[in-house]
């Protein structure tokens, strides 16, 4: 059993510099479940050095719903799903943009404009790019599109015309991918999180926890993010939507959830922590706890679940004596 003091010592390393090993970050996720608020204050001991008592709201438009040729066993909007989702193709660029003014609205300081695809064709990246150039004059929110493969002139486009960040997730371990999807390979994945650095824009990559990976993958998830320098990390918990190959499964505890949270925070401390797709789902009435370890969220639905409610993330954010990271005007 790691001893209280000995969470608040590798804290102070971690704050001082100093790298957590596999070993440790490992320890971090087998902990008793009763030693989970000692574990979350010495995560929150790092998240406040770096942010504060900050919390950043992104808030998720999805510019083109279902139809997805690729087979990921966890997504509604896969070919393979039977999940009666609303599917459309592309939003018209004043939708976009009006989905803007709503993120403002919200306090989220990034929109992230979403699209189902394997890759987007020319013509889909010259769409976003005039919404998002339209987008970058009249406002200063920040810009993360989420649009699948990229090659470098598409990456290059983006980074034109002001887009700030790309996310593109690893979802799982790469020895476990085959067993999530095999339309496309992990390496693939990682390929585009490289073009996006390439290409001036920052990289945004995280995970589905619950998706049946152990701990020892979980931890090798979270240096896999270290290594490529993901500047934002969303770590969404498996939703397992009716209609999807992963249907029915449930892996995760909230207590898990935070060991989660907490373990990713010790090993990439400075960076942009999410609680990402199935906050309310698996944190369940924990949910605010999760904040002492990661420093943004979601606001409003998700691409094809709900999430809560606006003014209950501004409550629960005002009632653990956090602040919203300003929001862009
Ligand atoms: S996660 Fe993306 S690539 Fe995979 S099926 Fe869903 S929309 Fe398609």
Redesign the pocket.
């Known amino acids: 059993m790691i001893k209280e003091m000995e969470l608040q010592q590798l804290a102070e390393r971690v704050i001082s510099g100093e790298a957590v090993s596999k070993d440790e970050a490992l320890s971090l996720l087998q902990i008793e479940d009763t030693q989970i608020l000692e574990l979350m204050n010495a995560a929150y001991k790092i998240r406040h050095h770096f942010y504060g008592n900050k919390v950043k709201l992104n808030m998720i438009i999805n510019a083109k719903s279902g139809l997805?040729?690729?087979?990921?066993g966890?997504?509604s909007?896969?070919?393979v799903a039977e999940t009666p989702i609303d599917k459309y193709a592309w939003l018209t660029k004043e939708k976009i943009i009006q989905g803007a003014k709503e993120a403002i609205y919200r306090k989220a300081g990034t929109y992230c404009i979403v699209a189902?695809?394997?890759r987007p064709t020319d013509k889909e990246i010259s769409h976003v790019v005039d919404a998002v150039k339209e987008i970058r004059e009249t406002t200063n929110l920040k810009i993360c599109c989420c649009l699948?493969f990229l090659n470098p002139d598409h990456a290059k486009a983006l980074a034109d015309a002001g887009v700030h960040r790309y996310n593109h997730n690893l979802n799982t371990h790469r020895d476990q991918y085959e067993e999530i999807?095999t339309t496309?390979t992990y390496d693939q994945r990682i390929d585009t999180v490289q073009q996006v650095k390439e290409a001036g824009i920052s990289p945004c990559s995280g995970a589905i926890f619950g998706m049946g990976e152990n701990d020892e993958q979980r931890v090798d998830i979270a240096f896999e993010l270290r290594d490529l320098d993901a500047d934002s990390i969303p770590c969404n918990f498996l939703v397992a939507i009716t209609g999807t190959p992963l249907s029915g499964k449930k892996d995760l505890t909230p207590i898990n959830c935070l060991k989660i949270l907490a373990m990713m925070r010790f090993v990439n401390p400075a960076k942009e922590i999410r609680i990402s797709g199935g906050r309310e789902v698996n944190l369940g009435s924990l949910q605010p706890l999760g904040l002492y370890a990661a420093n943004s969220i979601f606001v409003g639905d998700y691409l094809t679940t709900e999430g809560q409610q606006p003014l209950d993330d501004w409550r629960m954010i005002a009632e653990l004596g956090f602040e919203i990271e300003e929001c862009a005007l």
């Not at 997805?68 to 990921?72: K, S, T, V, Y």
């Open positions: 997805c040729p690729e087979n990921c966890y997504c909007q896969s070919i189902s695809g394997r699948g999807c496309h």
